[in-house]
């Protein structure tokens, strides 16, 4: 039975530092995840000016509650989201000048109603070429809070970043939300400012939700990162194609902060046993996987783990709501469904949806295009088990998330039946 020990979680990984860097004292993070993007969310903060010490198992951050030490930096996000759009809305806590730019995939995504929010704050927030798009500069000082509505719709990051911002600013923050995807990455930020001594207040008014951040700064910490969520998806997909399959994960059971584990649950639905335990979630394949429809609004970065394996399902498989699934590191239901009918699939998709019917009869040799996208290459890595002689046009492009998820996969896929 193979066991797979999954690298830290990316967005906790995220989170943590900017926790720390805003933190009063030194924090140290056990266990997070080193990766392109989190290697550039730490470089980020060096430019900033925080202090970032890095041993195989720890990092240890300098915590500036003022905001960034440095007065002046140009930071280059790479091409992670949550450098990209966390790192300027902590910028804009300190005294002084910040540019930001990021790699062509990144710029192309959006983070307009994030920075609309901050300059509705009083924040001197300037793109430099697109609207709502890097590169862009900061003046910053230091901000005020209050009331401010924002629509995260596209992003729950967007929120995430304003709650992380609020204890910086002097009067602290109260966000209303006019649409929301992803609620358990919002339910991750709270739970972990929590951790940092931030008690956030959450009620419904007027049929919106409303987020009260108070002022006062954050705790310095030791912090463990769990295990991602979003790759162990991965692995028990794995287990559920696979008949006689077994996957465990340990580490990533009851409790755990990441909404994504709920995917074992759409797993069970389909047929694979799951057990769910305080030390750990195992999934074992039974032979058969049913079709469903099923809502990823709340889990949607797993989608395209989903969509991998439903040619492999008795009946059709219909996934609903994932419309900000396009707006990732690339169109990722455009990218499912042109690959699944590379692998011979019949697929259809709307603006939010994408439905996938049973079968595959790709010959041998089908190429995955990858979009450059790490989701993309690790979910199709599990259609493989099925499919022989999947390879990918760019198969290093994991190094995102999981530079090791090749090596890895293959071990489990040694150790799995058949």
Request: proline share 7%; glycine share 12%; charged share 20%.
């Amino acid at each position: 039975m193979p066991v797979v020990d999954i690298p830290g979680s990316k967005s906790i990984t995220a989170r943590a530092l900017f926790l720390a860097a805003a933190a009063d004292g030194v924090t140290t993070l056990r266990r997070p995840l080193r990766s392109d993007d989190t290697e550039g969310f730490a470089e980020g903060l060096a430019a900033l000016g925080h202090r970032v010490g890095r041993t195989p198992d720890a990092w240890q951050v300098d915590g500036c509650p003022q905001g960034p030490p440095a007065r002046e930096a140009d930071v280059y996000c790479r091409d992670g989201a949550t450098t990209a759009r966390f790192l300027p809305t902590l910028a804009a806590a300190g005294h002084g000048t910040y540019r930001f730019d990021a790699s062509p995939q990144m710029r192309r995504r959006p983070m307009l109603p994030l920075t609309r929010a901050l300059r509705d704050l009083g924040v001197d927030l300037r793109h430099e070429r697109a609207e709502g798009h890097h590169p862009l500069t900061v003046r910053a000082a230091g901000v005020e809070g209050g009331e401010v509505v924002l629509d995260a719709g596209q992003s729950s990051q967007y929120l995430t970043a304003l709650l992380l911002l609020g204890p910086l600013t002097r009067k602290g923050l109260r966000i209303r939300v006019t649409d929301l995807v992803s609620v358990p990455y919002v339910e991750i930020t709270i739970a972990m400012m929590r951790a940092f001594g931030v008690e956030v207040v959450r009620e419904t008014v007027l049929g919106e939700d409303v987020f009260a951040v108070p002022p006062g700064g954050y705790r310095a910490t030791s912090y463990a990162v769990e295990p991602d969520a979003s790759t162990a998806s991965y692995f028990f997909a794995a287990a559920a194609v696979t008949p006689g399959g077994e996957v465990t994960v340990p580490g990533l059971g009851e409790g755990a902060l990441q909404g994504d584990l709920a995917f074992v649950d759409v797993l069970r639905r389909m047929g694979a046993e799951v057990s769910v335990r305080p030390d750990g979630t195992t999934v074992r394949g039974t032979g058969s996987l049913r079709g469903l429809t099923v809502n990823m609004r709340d889990i949607s970065d797993t989608m395209p783990t989903l969509a991998a394996i439903a040619p492999f399902a008795s009946g059709p498989v219909r996934i609903e709501d994932v419309a900000n699934t396009r707006v990732k590191e690339c169109d990722r239901l455009d990218a499912c469904a042109e690959n699944l009918r590379r692998l011979g699939a019949d697929v259809r998709t709307g603006p939010d949806w994408i439905e996938i019917h049973p079968g595959a009869s790709a010959a041998a040799g089908a190429e995955i295009k990858s979009y450059g996208d790490h989701r993309i290459v690790m979910s199709f890595a599990v259609a493989g088990l099925r499919v022989p002689g999947i390879s990918f046009d760019d198969p290093g492009c994991v190094r995102k998330t999981f530079p090791g998820f090749h090596e890895a996969f293959a071990a489990v896929r040694a150790g799995l039946p058949g």
